[in-house]
Every structure is written in structure tokens, then in C-alpha cells.
């Protein structure tokens, strides 16, 4: 069996020798130069927390499926539910998509209050 040997792409000669040898440049600090850059951590933090409140704002619209459904089925369990809307509505407020979170908060405290006579009436 042959060896395959990989060449080199774009005219870049093989690496030779230890990579921890004086005067080398570290494999971190190679892959860290090609790799572009996307403005810092406050940009990346900013970008996930925006991402994730968006991701509750649409979590709280599958809630109000099941406080539905549980609104029928078992009213107890669907207050819980409607809390639990409540509190992603309230995180999918600092997302984007401020209107449908303000929606979603609006119905979850509603179902949340009828759940919760139903539940008293049983």
C-alpha cells in the first residue's frame, strides 16, 4: 500500500519539524489568524441573548397550545403550564419580536386566570 500524501493548498510548503520548537508558530495561533473575525464578545453575547429571547418568544406560542389543551383535559397542570408561558413571554420581550411576546403574555395571563377558576370549580 502507498502512502497518499496531502499537498499543500495554496502554495503553502508541508509543515516540518515540532510545532512546540523555539521560534514556531503555535497550530492555535495559525487556525486563530484564519478565522475571520466577528467583532468581539460583546457583539457574540449580544447576538446569543437577543437569539435565545427570541427562541422563548416562540416557545411561549407552543405553551399556549398545550394551556389549551390542558385547559379541557386537566386545569390544575395547565396553570403551571400558563406560568411557565408567562415567564417566556416575559423573556421574549427583549427579543425582536417584542408584539408577539407582548401577544403571548397578554393570552398566557388569561388562560393562567381560567385555568385557575376552572380548576377552583372542580
Do not use: N
Not at 508558530?25 to 464578545?41: D, R
Not at 435565545?52 to 394551556?67: D, E, I, P, Y
Not at 379541557?72 to 408561558?85: D, N, R, T, Y
Not at 393570552?107 to 377558576?117: E, P, T, V
Amino acid at each position: 500500500m502507498s502512502e497518499s500524501k496531502q499537498t499543500p493548498s495554496l502554495g503553502q510548503t508541508p509543515r516540518v519539524g515540532s510545532p512546540f520548537a523555539p521560534g514556531s508558530e503555535s497550530l492555535v495561533s495559525s487556525v486563530m489568524a484564519a478565522q475571520p473575525s466577528w467583532g468581539g464578545a460583546d457583539q457574540f453575547a449580544a447576538g446569543v441573548r437577543g437569539e435565545t429571547a427570541a427562541a422563548a418568544g416562540a416557545a411561549a406560542w407552543m405553551l399556549v397550545v398545550f394551556s389549551v389543551a390542558g385547559w379541557g383535559w386537566f386545569p390544575q397542570g395547565s396553570v403551571v403550564i400558563a406560568a411557565l408561558g408567562i415567564a417566556m413571554s416575559v423573556w421574549g420581550l427583549a427579543s425582536r419580536r417584542r408584539k408577539s411576546a407582548a401577544a403571548t403574555l397578554v393570552i398566557h395571563i388569561a388562560l393562567g386566570a381560567a385555568c385557575y377558576f376552572k380548576a377552583l370549580s372542580m
